[in-house]
Antibody, heavy 120, light 110 residues
């Protein structure tokens, strides 16, 4: 079955960097687009980034554009999210999610999330 | 990109039907048939309930149905059950090749 396992969350000071990882299994990783979605404590879901199946296309929400970078390594079935210049408002649970076959217009399967806390 | 508009809360009694609306623009909900609905219980990851406006993934009860008219999509849950009490989020593809979520609706089963 589809499994997405996020890691790399933790407590970080404002202005610092953090890299999240998402290890995938149960499907042919290189055939699927992937997303990062976040949820601030007690708040709703916010889509933040997507990457196409081959990494050639990447799109970001305005709130993270220029600070965060999504990438993937299809040789080890892993998605990454490099987060720079972190702000307190970036505090959230970050979910890795997968779309349908070769499609990035829909989110289907979700990981369990990893908590990022930005605080001094 | 502004969030899609959902009512903050809805409620219903067991056995009744409820409908949650999701209003966007012609650049998202109205422009594409890529509207999804997610259910989220406290402390859990979201679960896909409806995709491509009307389609149910395998394993999702046929008590859940979706529709769209113009810039507004809707999720209807019939035969309400206690287990349906959760937060519900709509989601749409946009003209910027991004995705956008609604603000979420808390469903209370009375």
């Amino acid at each position: 079955q589809v499994q997405l396992v996020e890691s790399g969350g933790g407590v970080v000071q404002p202005g610092r960097s953090l890299r999240l990882s998402c290890a995938a299994s149960g499907f042919t990783f290189s055939n699927y687009g992937l997303h990062w979605v976040r949820q601030a404590p007690g708040k709703g879901l916010e889509w933040v980034a997507l990457i196409s199946y081959d990494g050639s296309n990447k799109f970001y929400a305005d709130s993270v554009k220029g600070r965060f970078t999504i990438s993937r390594d299809n040789s080890i079935d892993t998605l990454y999210f490099q987060m720079n210049s972190l702000r307190t408002e970036d505090t959230a649970v970050y979910y890795c999610a997968r779309g349908p076959y070769y499609d990035t217009r829909v989110v289907q399967h979700w990981g369990q999330g990893t908590l990022v806390t930005v605080s001094s | 990109q502004s969030a899609l508009t959902q009512p903050a809360s809805v409620s219903g009694s067991p056995g009744q039907s409820i409908t949650i609306s999701c209003t966007g623009t012609s650049s998202d909900v109205g422009g594409y048939n890529f509207v999804s609905w997610f259910q989220q219980h406290p402390g859990k990851a979201p679960k896909l309930m409806i995709y491509d406006v009307t389609n149910r993934p395998s394993g999702v009860s046929n008590r859940f149905s979706g529709s769209k008219s113009g810039n507004t999509a809707s999720l209807t849950i019939s035969g309400l059950q206690a287990a349906d009490e959760a937060d519900y989020y709509c989601n749409s593809y946009t003209s910027r090749s991004t995705l956008v979520f609604g603000g979420g609706t808390r469903l209370t089963v009375l």
